[in-house]
């Protein structure tokens, strides 16, 4: 046997790297822009205008040759 004493022989270290992932919230900002737009829309209004016609007796009228006018009301 033999006494000799040796130093032990160290080699450089080998390094694995553990990856480690944490959630961190990050905001994303989407902006939204609503324009509002007037339309015109036509919509019908029927309008009615009622003539009254009132031609009279009719035995009262016997010497009248032409037709008498008739009166209508306008609104301005």
């Not at 959630?23 to 007037?38: G, L, M, R, S, T």
């Not at 009622?50 to 037709?67: E, F, I």
């Amino acid at each position: 046997m033999s006494h000799c004493h040796y130093d032990p022989v160290v080699c450089p270290p080998i390094q694995f790297v553990n990856h480690q992932f944490y959630p961190q919230v990050v905001p994303v900002v989407h902006p939204i822009e609503i324009i509002n737009q007037a339309h015109v829309v036509p919509v019908p209004h029927h309008v009615f205008p009622v003539v009254v016609k009132d031609p009279g007796d009719p035995c009262c009228h016997t010497r009248s040759l032409g037709k008498r006018p008739v009166r209508t009301s306008s609104k301005r």
